[in-house]
């Protein structure tokens, strides 16, 4: 039903900016959409229509949503109407961002336009715009925010709600608030579930926790997306070196780091090489190109030496022609035996389930599946081989026997090598799929043709 009324509602404001009925549209817009709903329907402005027009739809957004919507665009939109509007509506929008939105979108920025908008700020705004911008990509300190309330552990309750109200609308989140000293050292955190309910003459410092968790400003947005998980927090403070409180991240940001982390898991173990934050359409398909080639270059290589094997055994094929029906069977149940503990491992690595110091366990885990798996699989194999196929017992045996090898192989390659990349320094998901079927391959076709020339005797 969302997905209709959305459909509708972005049908009908194509249809209307079609006619340049943009007063009419805007109404469509604000009577059947919220902020985000208005980003997706400018989305498709741009790309069904053309960017003039959706600048135009953009100008006549309210100013108390404009900033909102801007927030939900994708960074090229954003760049793109930031270009065909007016330097004061630049700079209403950046006022009205929060904090983490705001350093987002001058991330994405020219330079030129970026230098514009500092030079129109404060001096204490460019210092903290600065630092930000200054951080590394990808920790924590890229993501945090500024817009947190901060108590002392000297006010009393109802000093503290005083100040919430006060400052309230302008955070990022009400729910959790820090404590801090005058050295702007983090002391502890407090619920406003906790003040509400607390006596007005009491102290922050009684009901404050002292026991708090909390990350570093460099630390990696994957091992703070981690810690988000095993604690199921909305908030999480940031600090420095000397334990200074400098941001919060809440789990909105979170979330947007988790779906780039496995959006990239996903493209590696896909066996592409994608450094960019560009969709899929909006990448020209040389682009692609250069992203998939490499990696299957490298897989087309590994192939390569399997057909070398293959020849080698050409004594053995000619002998026993009908050799030659099992070995895709064989190569394939390799490849997906693999492909199984590698996702499965790798996943345990990605969620913290498994470490390196498992790996005894892991290993003598796949083993006994990889026993069982191919025991089963060759029995099956066996008969079907005797029954369905007229094969004599002994290619029978020698299939069910390589089966059985390449099965445990394959799950010993495929839960070892994540864990030996982690060990190195190499991310385990690139020994997925396409690296563990190419290394099976081989290590079938040796097996099953060693097994062949040492059962039929050839």
């Not at 930031?82 to 509506?89: A, K, L, P, W």
């Not at 991330?107 to 030129?112: G, Q």
């Not at 200054?134 to 000297?154: F, Q, R, V």
């Not at 290993?363 to 029995?379: Q, T």
Request: proline share 3%.
């Amino acid at each position: 039903m969302e997905n209709e009324r959305m459909q509708t509602l972005i049908e009908s404001v194509l249809a209307l900016l079609e006619e340049k009925k943009y007063a009419k549209a805007r109404e469509a817009l604000l009577e059947n959409g919220n902020e985000a709903d208005i980003a997706e329907v400018l989305e498709e402005v741009i790309d069904e229509l053309d960017l003039d027009r959706a600048i135009v739809l953009f100008r006549t957004l309210p100013k108390s949503i404009s900033a909102e919507v801007f927030s939900y665009l994708p960074s090229d939109d954003q760049v793109a109407i930031i270009n065909g509007i007016t330097d004061r509506e630049i700079r209403h929008i950046i006022d009205e961002l929060s904090f983490d939105d705001m350093i987002d979108v001058l991330e994405e920025l020219p330079a030129n336009i970026v230098d514009k908008i500092l030079s129109r700020s404060t001096k204490e705004e460019r210092k903290i715009v600065n630092t930000f911008l200054n951080y590394p990509e990808g920790c924590a300190g890229s993501l945090m925010t500024i817009d947190y309330i901060e108590l002392s552990k000297e006010m009393t309750i109802a000093e503290a709600m005083a100040h919430i109200k006060e400052v309230g609308m302008d955070s990022e989140t009400v729910y959790t608030c820090y404590v801090k000293d005058k050295g702007r050292k983090l002391q502890g955190i407090v619920s406003l579930r906790t003040l509400v309910v607390s006596p007005d003459g009491d102290t922050v410092e009684q009901y404050m926790h002292e026991d708090m968790v909390y990350v570093n400003v460099l630390d990696d947005q994957e091992d703070v997306s981690n810690t988000f998980k095993k604690y199921g927090f909305l908030a999480m403070p940031v600090v420095d070196n000397e334990k200074r409180l400098v941001g919060i991240i809440t789990v909105d940001d979170i979330l947007d780091v988790i779906e780039e982390e496995n959006t990239e898991d996903f493209e590696r173990m896909a066996g592409v090489l994608d450094d960019s934050d560009s969709e899929y359409l909006d990448m020209s398909v040389w682009r692609h190109v250069k992203n998939r080639l490499p990696w299957l270059f490298v897989l087309m290589l590994s192939y390569v030496v399997t057909g070398g094997i293959i020849a080698s055994f050409e004594t053995v094929l000619s002998k026993v022609i009908s050799l030659v029906a099992y070995m895709p069977m064989l190569m394939g149940t390799g490849g997906n035996s693999g492909s199984q503990s590698a996702t499965l491992v790798i996943r345990g690595m990605a969620m913290e389930e498994i470490d390196l110091a498992d790996v005894g366990r892991v290993l003598w885990k796949e083993l006994r599946i990889g026993i069982i798996i191919g025991a089963v699989l060759s029995v099956l194999n066996f008969a079907r081989i005797c029954w369905f196929d007229g094969e004599g017992p002994l290619v029978a045996l020698a299939v069910s026997s390589a089966m059985v090898v390449i099965v445990i192989a394959a799950k010993t390659i495929g839960s070892m090598l994540p864990m030996a990349a982690k060990k190195v320094g190499i991310d385990p998901a690139l020994m997925a799929s396409p690296m563990i079927s190419s290394l099976t391959d081989m290590v079938s076709v040796v097996t099953y043709f060693a097994m062949a020339t040492a059962i039929l005797g050839i």
